[in-house]
């Protein structure tokens, strides 16, 4: 099953194509990424929508940086693969973006993907580049999702049904 964290914001596009192909998910409060499979709990996935979001959260003084930071470092102790899924991009290598250039503040591809290296080098993180409308089977993929077996456990279960919930 895949946990969604609650705090998890403008994911209808996801929560839809989860419904339509029968993706059996719950929603609550994750520590550390917004997405994980309850089969494979050591990958998680932290989605923005942005490399604007990306940017604010490495540069939007203390707050921000920190808490993304913290996230970070808690998976890389943890022994927690972390991948950052960057939506409504043609990018597919932080190499890419040297030439992109943020609306709203002084940095540019340059520094951003400097940045973006320092956390890799740092923790580990792993950054994947996506369209908006592959977002769930990036999901999917990453997490090594296997629907199947799902479906089995709940063939063999006669009390429950594949549901979608919050918790």
């Known amino acids: ?22 993706i059996c998910y719950e929603i609550r409060k994750l520590d550390t990424g917004d997405y994980f499979n309850t089969d ?25 940086y920190s808490r993304f930071v ?17 939506e409504g991009t043609n990018y597919k ?4 973006i040297k030439n992109w250039q943020s609306k709203f503040s002084r940095h540019n591809g340059r520094w951003l993907s400097n940045e973006m290296f320092r ?3 740092a923790y580990k993180v792993e950054w994947k580049f996506c369209r908006k409308n592959e977002t769930p089977k990036q999901i999917l993929e990453v997490l090594e999702y296997d629907q199947r077996r799902d479906q089995r456990i709940y063939d063999n279960d006669t009390t429950s049904q594949p549901v979608w919930y919050q918790s």
Do not use: W
Not at 1 to 22: A, C, L, P, T
Not at 53 to 64: A, I, P, Y
Not at 70 to 82: S, T, V, W, Y
Not at 93 to 96: A, R, S
């Open 1 to 22: 099953m895949i946990v969604i964290d609650s705090r998890e914001k403008k994911f209808e596009h996801i929560e839809h194509y989860f419904k339509q192909n029968g």
């Open 40 to 64: 494979n709990p050591s990958v998680v996935i932290d989605r923005k929508a942005n490399l604007q979001e990306v940017c604010t959260n490495l540069s939007n003084g203390k707050t921000n």
């Open 70 to 86: 913290r996230e970070c470092r808690r998976a890389f102790d943890e022994h927690i693969r972390f991948v950052v899924l960057i």
């Open 93 to 96: 290598e932080i190499k890419d």
């Open 119 to 121: 956390l890799t080098m």
